[in-house]
């Protein structure tokens, strides 16, 4: 990883690093929390960034909440751990030494803040591990949320990844969940 790399924290497992049609996907796991499998995370970033990420390296950063709330504080000035954060490579960074594909950027996933979200949208914990991994690369090729419009289109996008990938659109309202009626008694 290149900018958001904290060499006060080490990591508790080995890093992995598959190759994906196009995209060099590094998973790094700082901490113990769950997290799907490295192949996963591999093939929602390189669904995420399609064509576009031919030829890249791209590093997956799992944290605990203390990492990710420094690292947001530090980069966006935000005094609490969020989701996902993503660091795009600057245009035109050299591929580095070693034969890794030119850097597109760098993502870095809270697991805890990940689950606690899950939870509270009633969401399965993957869908919601997919739809951020895939929120996060859509920022390292360019989109964003900041427009209205620009969202929207970011949206229509992770839609349609995730429906390739066979989840569940992450925008949609919970299901309603009724209630049991209470049961009546003979009259």
């Known amino acids: 990883m290149a900018r958001p790399a904290d060499p006060a924290v080490r990591d508790r497992t080995a890093a992995a690093r598959p190759a994906t049609r196009g995209v060099e996907v590094e998973v790094q796991r700082a901490v113990r929390a769950w997290a799907p499998a490295a192949r996963r995370i591999a093939q929602w970033v390189q669904a995420a960034v399609g064509a576009r990420g031919a030829g890249s390296a791209v590093a997956v ?18 005094d609490h751990a969020t989701n996902v954060l993503s660091f795009p490579a600057p245009r035109g960074t050299p591929p580095p030494a070693g034969g890794a594909g030119r850097p597109l950027g760098d993502l870095v996933i809270c697991a805890p803040v990940l689950a606690r979200e899950a939870r509270e949208q009633g969401k399965p914990r993957v869908a919601h591990w997919a739809h951020l991994v895939v929120h996060g690369s859509l920022h390292l090729v360019g989109f964003d949320h900041e427009r209205d419009a620009d969202a929207r289109r970011m949206e229509r996008r992770e839609q349609r990844v995730l429906a390739g990938l066979g989840f569940p659109d992450p925008y949609a309202p919970p299901p309603v969940r009724r209630r049991a009626s209470p049961a009546r008694g003979n009259r």
């Open 61 to 78: 950063r799992v944290v605990g909440a203390a990492e990710g709330r420094r690292l947001n504080r530090g980069w966006r000035r935000k």
